[in-house]
């Protein structure tokens, strides 16, 4: 029931000549060449079938299994690494395949494992997604052969008579041609909340699709009423085709973090070059080589040593990190169906969401009761009956007030044909969910079960658009007598009633009660509310048998109720959290303008009395120029009765300001716009399956709740992203470094061979290739991971959003890395120096154990830089115990190192040697050095931005 439904503001549709709408009825079942009585015969609907096609939009082809898993591979990183396997194999067989190419192997398992792990995800998250479909096949029920007829919903084609009734689900576009008191739930497809009334009375202008009020459409559903239609278009020539047109052209962008891996991935590349070619023109000036063998051992060197400045493990912990967020935010009903896109939604800007089902509940609540008596206001929110009929802020009490309001609650139950149950903990109508809001007010009440057991139905006058009326007749079974109950527009059932209700009695409709009735409404009305009036009268016994419209006057005005699809409770909650964390929240309904700022106030997205632009603004706007939307979208942040393309429309202009974008919502309507964000979040209860096809994300909940939740874990990984990046690159700089000064510097150190380790002169290397290789495999992988799974720091969500420029790995952090490696370098040559004859420290001891100190500080450095990567800013001591999975990194790879510095087998295969208790503790004080270095480096900055 519509009995005060808004006047949209209609927007400018395209103008068909053959619009089906605009053409009476004969004309169209003519045009379809079918009979209205006996629709079409089954050799005919066969026949169209095979020329039309089947009634389905078009889906894209699967993708096999092995193409998803090469799909992985498409990634700079992994180009990197591939070549770095290409290169290390050409170096091997230059040698003569001397043993076993141990860096190729381990970097192409490497590659594996990280294909491996985003192949599993995404196709758990398909999974995921699959199961929230509805797995039951949707049948029409039609006219074939001159009989009624269930078929497929796929097998509809035009020229079908559709008989529609309460409960069906539309399966194809078509022209009513009849109506009785007909309710479609039009939501998925216009926004609009409330069940469409629907009219078979020709249009006379063309219309906006929510207000075709003669058209029924493909993916909505009959809330109410019976209805007569013929299928005018089917498949992709719906309107939820028109739409699956559009995302099929609109093309899919990478995300912010697959962006920000390919520019790591050039970076790390152009990086490599210069790190070749400055080893390789180092080792042959300095080395003085001047025999063929010793260019190819420059050239090998130089070549090995870039690979190894390649954080291998890089792609695969970005993936397990990426995959334990996508596992995380599971626990939180949220489905991420592509691993890049976890990070996504931590860095947006901006999240526009719909509002019906999304914001609000999708539930029609009556909010406000008047009468003669005064008001009250309803608690709860939803279909479940929880909540209380107030007054004055308490439980509205026995009295005249009670004795209305429940004249009232009950009346609207009566007329209603809803019905309200409870199935496994959860409340579910059928019929009009504005009817469904009154019974849940009643129970609210309590005295729904008096009602059963006193009234007992007679007969219905439906509902019908020029009365705006729908009345029951009801036997009393406690006074023996007969009553018309009747609900509907307030404005024309004023106009019908003599009396009014007063407490328990009855009393004469003074002037003064109508215009009480008509402030109320006014009140109501000014707060969004829909408002719907109940009055009755007791019927003479010589009453007409058959119940006609002419028995709805001389009624009792009981009072009025208000209802609304109200805001989820805690939606408010999470705007305001999302707000504090710099993210603008804006939103995009097809629903009434005074509706939607209704909403947007009560959850805090607007102020009172700020803007709402309608889509006829914004075509408007369009027809100026993209300058004037983008200066409107900078200040707005409602918009109601827009057009799917008019949300597209938004997320480009906000997107071209620089915005990182997330679009919410369930509707079909809204899937070309969720497809065009950054990142789409479908919900996963009401969501149609275009939608959540379009998605990137899938909310199981439908709660707006959630999204939040997955900005803070987003943010959350893309910090700890930040990290891992920190400790990865400048362990793999302090290794070339030590290397590059070694060779430069070997001189002043005392790094030469005149010790009796080679040919006088011979280059001799601070560190062997099994040593980096080692260090790579000890250090770049269980810490890294162990970063990934840090917990979010306490600021996080108070933190502004990272610009869309901002780059993961910025100047600053860039700087922190050559400074930590150049930290790590030289606390490693001085170890050395230390231990060896010679040099700018005397020592005493033989190469190996000068290697094996330098190569055990090197190790120990990179793991105290594990603490002092965590934050840029705070002490490496803040929150040492809140991520017990590094400490358990660090314990194992320092066991390992022990194990490689005493084990014996060890010792022959890396060139180790084992060292006393006081060498370990000299390794592990130049080794905090860079904890040290770090600390410092934290206070200066500090320093400068409190002068700042």
Not at 110 to 138: D, F, P, S, W
Request: with cysteine.
């Amino acid at each position: 029931m519509q009995p005060d439904a808004q006047t949209p503001a209609p927007a400018e549709p395209p103008l068909r000549q053959d619009d089906p709408s605009l053409m009476p009825a004969d004309s169209v079942l003519l045009q379809a060449q079918t009979d209205q009585s006996r629709g079409l015969d089954s050799a005919e609907a066969a026949r169209r079938l095979a020329q039309d096609g089947p009634n389905a939009l078009d889906t894209q082809a699967p993708v096999p299994g092995w193409r998803k898993f090469l799909r992985q591979f498409h990634d700079p990183l992994i180009y990197l690494l591939l070549a770095a396997i290409a290169i290390t194999l050409g170096a091997w067989a230059i040698e003569g395949y001397a043993g076993w190419p141990v860096d190729a192997i381990v970097i192409a398992a490497v590659v594996l494992l990280n294909a491996l792990i985003g192949y599993l995800q995404e196709a758990k998250a398909e999974n995921a997604a699959a199961a929230l479909a509805r797995m039951t096949e949707v049948t029409a029920g039609v006219m074939r052969d001159g009989a009624l007829t269930r078929v497929p919903s796929q097998q509809l084609v035009k020229g079908d008579i559709l008989v529609l009734a309460e409960g069906d689900a539309i399966g194809a576009d078509a022209r009513l041609l009849q109506a009785n008191a007909l309710r479609v739930q039009e939501a998925s497809l216009t926004g609009e909340s409330e069940a469409v009334l629907k009219d078979a009375a020709v249009l006379q202008a063309p219309a906006s699709l929510g207000d075709r009020l003669n058209m029924v459409y493909k993916g909505t559903a009959v809330a109410g009423g019976t209805g007569l239609a013929v299928v005018t278009a089917t498949g992709m020539g719906t309107e939820m085709g028109a739409i699956a047109h559009m995302l099929a052209a609109e093309k899919e962008d990478d995300t912010p973090l697959q962006k920000e891996v390919r520019h790591i991935g050039r970076m790390l590349g152009i990086a490599v070059i210069v790190i070749a070619v400055a080893v390789i023109g180092t080792l042959l000036f300095v080395g003085h080589v001047h025999t063929l063998q010793g260019v190819v051992t420059a050239l090998l060197f130089g070549v090995s040593l870039a690979v190894a400045a390649v954080p291998e493990g890089l792609p695969a912990i970005l993936s397990l990190v990426l995959a334990l967020g996508v596992q995380r935010m599971a626990e939180h009903k949220a489905i991420v169906k592509k691993l890049s896109s976890v990070e996504t939604l931590g860095s947006a800007s901006v999240i526009c969401t719909d509002k019906t089902g999304t914001l609000t509940k999708s539930e029609m609540t009556v909010e406000r009761v008047t009468s003669a008596s005064g008001e009250s206001h309803v608690t709860g929110v939803g279909y479940a009956p929880k909540g209380q009929v107030q007054h004055e802020g308490a439980e509205l009490q026995q009295g005249p007030l009670h004795s209305e309001h429940r004249a009232i609650l009950t009346g609207g139950s009566l007329a209603s044909n809803a019905t309200l149950r409870e199935c496994e903990g959860n409340w579910e109508i059928q019929g009009d969910p504005t009817e469904a809001a009154l019974l849940v007010a009643e129970r609210k009440l309590g005295v729904d079960g008096a009602r059963a057991e006193r009234f007992e139905r007679v007969a219905e006058i439906p509902f019908d658009s020029g009365r705006k009326l729908m009345s029951v007749i009801v036997r009393d079974k406690h006074q023996q007598r007969t009553l018309l109950v009747t609900k509907g527009a307030p404005d024309v059932l004023l106009q019908r009633c003599t009396h009014v209700r007063v407490g328990d009695g009855v009393q004469a409709l003074e002037d003064t009660h109508v215009e009480q009735a008509q402030r109320d409404i006014e009140a109501m009305s000014g707060d969004a509310l829909r408002t719907l009036a109940v009055g009755y009268r007791v019927l003479p016994e010589d009453a007409p048998a058959q119940p006609t419209p002419e028995l709805e006057h001389d009624l009792v005005l009981a009072g009025m109720v208000g209802i609304i699809d109200p805001p989820r409770p805690e939606a408010a909650q999470a705007i305001a959290e999302a707000r504090a964390a710099g993210v603008r929240v804006i939103m995009i309904t097809g629903d009434h303008p005074r509706t939607a700022q209704r909403i947007a106030t009560d959850l805090g997205i607007i102020e009172a009395g700020d803007t709402v632009l309608t889509g006829d603004a914004l075509d408007e706007l369009l027809s100026l120029g993209d300058a004037a939307l983008a200066k409107a979208v900078r200040s707005t942040s409602v918009y109601a009765r827009v057009a799917p393309e008019h949300k597209l429309r938004i997320v480009e202009a906000l997107q071209t300001d620089g915005h990182i974008v997330a679009m919410t919502g369930d509707g079909v309507n809204d899937a070309p716009a969720l497809k065009s964000a950054d990142i789409g979040v479908a919900m996963g209860v009401t969501g149609t399956e275009v939608t959540k096809e379009a998605a990137r994300m899938i909310l199981a909940d439908d709660n707006f709740a959630t999204i939040v939740q997955a900005v803070r874990e987003g943010r959350g990984i893309f910090s700890n992203i930040r990290k891992f990046l920190r400790y990865l690159l400048s362990s793999n700089m302090g290794e070339v470094l030590t290397v590059f000064l070694g060779v430069i510097g070997a001189g002043v150190i005392g790094l030469t061979a005149a010790d009796g380790h080679g040919p006088a002169g011979a280059l001799v290397l601070p560190l062997l290739a099994t040593q980096i290789l080692w260090i790579n495999l000890i250090t770049d992988s269980a810490p890294a991971l162990a970063l990934g799974m840090d917990p979010p720091s306490a600021n996080t969500m108070r933190r502004p959003p990272r610009k869309l420029g901002d780059r993961v790995i910025d100047g600053a952090m860039w700087s922190g890395v050559i400074q930590t490696g150049l930290v790590m370098a030289l606390a490693t040559l001085l170890t050395i120096d230390w231990f060896l004859p010679g040099g700018l420290l005397e020592g005493g001891q033989d190469l190996t154990t000068a290697r094996t100190a330098g190569f055990t500080v090197l190790v120990l450095a990179q793991l105290f830089n594990c603490f002092n990567v965590r934050s840029e800013d705070s002490s490496a001591f803040r929150g040492l115990g809140s991520n017990p999975w590094l400490w358990g990194a660090v314990l194992l790879s320092v066991l390992l190192q022990v194990a490689v510095v005493h084990v014996s087998w060890l010792n022959t295969a890396f060139g180790t040697t084992p060292l006393s208790l006081a060498q370990w503790g000299w390794c592990a004080v130049m080794a905090s050095t860079v904890l040290w270095h770090g600390e410092l480096r934290k206070l200066v900055r500090g320093a400068l931005r409190q002068r700042a």
